[in-house]
């Protein structure tokens, strides 16, 4: 039988049966379950896509796409990397990559103290922070040599630096000695006067913290060692390549994406997407009961009239067929105005800001994904198709044995 003559068949049961007041209500509220679950799944992983968006914003161009750490030990010695870094920069979307050390120290200047994390970077670290752009170098001027230094605004304002951008400050830095233990009368610090040529602005973290200056400047502090390597690549290739790089250093390396800075948020995100989808397609499937409930007194309302069927000429299959289709139209229905609905206040959300985070009048954060709608649609309509499926066929099955 062609798919139109069915469908036709299965839309005049829909519309007869709506006299039937118990077949309806459980009708209605089989969609009404598809429908509010389907509108929930949109709004929740718009709600989570925002937050993801949110805590990546939170990272600057400081903050490189791809960094890789030792596994065994805090510091590393270049040589040891050789062979990643060539593998690396040879991989589509990698743009640049440095080697870099991160280590705590103390910075003195004058009657000033402040605890500070030093980042001993490579020349093109530059150019994958933009550094000597106006939006980070907001005071002085760019390095010249390797004994100069680059300072985060808050951390100058804690030593009291003054305006750079006629005359270089200078301060103290302490830098502890790697393996050497505490003794009276024996310093446990390299003390180094270092030129402060410019004040950089990216975010909290880094302002507070971070003394930037060239790797050549620690030779001789960290035993030739450093604490990994930084990889800039295209925000669309990111998670590509450290995949491949997992797959092929893994054992050696820990590799993380920028994203994984904070693992626990990170984590907790992914976490909380997942399980707010498995709860949510669990309502789902509640409500297909209702639907298998809702097939099921119409297959036996119209047990009658289905000699009527066969002797037009529809054999078990079209039958099957028919009631497959009504099954589809109700599925359809809901999931449909479900999606519909959840796409169209999340859209209203990001233009109205109708919900703003609590002690504050900024919007909360959605990001409306119409890829991850379209995978919602194919899931709740298999979803759908297969309770429908197995209803029909178990009705079939005990119509043919009766």
């Given at each position: 039988m062609k798919l139109r003559t069915v469908f036709f068949i299965a839309t005049r049961l829909l519309i007869s049966r709506q006299k039937k007041t118990a077949v309806s209500v459980i009708s209605w509220i089989a969609v009404l379950g598809m429908l509010v679950s389907a509108a929930a799944m949109v709004i929740l992983l718009s709600a989570f896509n925002g937050i993801e968006g949110m805590i990546e914003g939170l990272y600057t161009e400081f903050d490189q796409e791809i960094i890789v750490r030792p596994k065994e030990s805090k510091k590393i010695h270049p040589d040891s990397l050789k062979q990643l870094v060539s593998f690396s920069q040879q991989l589509q979307g990698v743009e640049r990559t440095s080697l870099f050390i991160q280590e705590r120290i103390i910075l003195r200047k004058k009657k000033k103290w402040a605890n500070a994390e030093l980042w001993a970077v490579?020349?093109?670290?530059?150019?994958?922070?933009?550094?000597?752009?106006?939006?980070?170098?907001?005071?002085?001027?760019?390095?010249?040599?390797?004994?100069?230094?680059?300072?985060?605004?808050?951390?100058?304002?804690?030593?009291?630096?003054?305006?750079?951008?006629?005359?270089?400050?200078?301060?103290?830095?302490?830098?502890?000695?790697?393996?050497?233990?505490?003794?009276?009368?024996?310093?446990?610090?390299?003390?180094?006067?270092?030129?402060?040529?410019?004040?950089?602005?990216?975010?909290?973290?880094?302002?507070?913290?971070?003394?930037?200056?060239?790797?050549?400047?620690?030779?001789?502090?960290?035993?030739?060692?450093?604490?990994?390597?930084?990889?800039?690549?295209?925000?669309?290739?990111?998670?590509?390549?450290?995949?491949?790089?997992?797959?092929?250093?893994?054992?050696?390396?820990?590799?993380?994406?920028?994203?994984?800075?904070?693992?626990?948020?990170?984590?907790?995100?992914?976490?909380?997407?997942?399980?707010?989808?498995?709860?949510?397609?669990?309502?789902?499937i509640l409500s297909l009961f209702n639907l298998s409930a809702s097939l099921t007194m119409t297959f036996l309302e119209k047990k009658s009239q289905l000699n009527t069927m066969y002797s037009l000429g529809l054999s078990s299959v079209d039958v099957k067929r028919v009631f497959i289709v009504l099954g589809l139209i109700i599925v359809g229905f809901g999931v449909f105005m479900g999606l519909g609905l959840g796409s169209l206040l999340v859209f209203l959300h990001e233009q109205l800001h109708l919900i703003t985070i609590p002690g504050t009048l900024n919007a909360f954060p959605s990001k409306f994904d119409v890829l991850q709608v379209l995978s919602l649609l194919f899931l709740l309509i298999s979803l759908g198709f297969v309770a429908t499926f197995i209803t029909t066929s178990f009705l079939m099955k005990s119509r043919e044995k009766a």
């Open positions: 490579e020349p093109s670290f530059n150019q994958m922070a933009k550094l000597y752009t106006r939006e980070h170098l907001i005071n002085g001027q760019s390095t010249e040599n390797e004994n100069q230094s680059l300072i985060g605004v808050g951390l100058a304002n804690k030593l009291g630096l003054r305006s750079m951008d006629l005359t270089p400050e200078s301060a103290v830095l302490y830098i502890p000695r790697q393996d050497r233990k505490i003794r009276i009368g024996k310093s446990p610090f390299f003390q180094q006067n270092i030129a402060v040529v410019g004040a950089i602005d990216y975010n909290k973290e880094v302002n507070d913290q971070v003394l930037l200056v060239s790797l050549n400047f620690t030779k001789g502090y960290f035993n030739d060692e450093v604490s990994g390597l930084l990889i800039q690549t295209e925000i669309n290739h990111r998670s590509a390549v450290n995949t491949i790089l997992n797959n092929k250093f893994g054992k050696q390396f820990m590799i993380k994406t920028n994203l994984e800075k904070n693992e626990l948020i990170f984590k907790t995100s992914k976490s909380e997407k997942l399980i707010v989808v498995v709860i949510l397609v669990f309502v789902f």
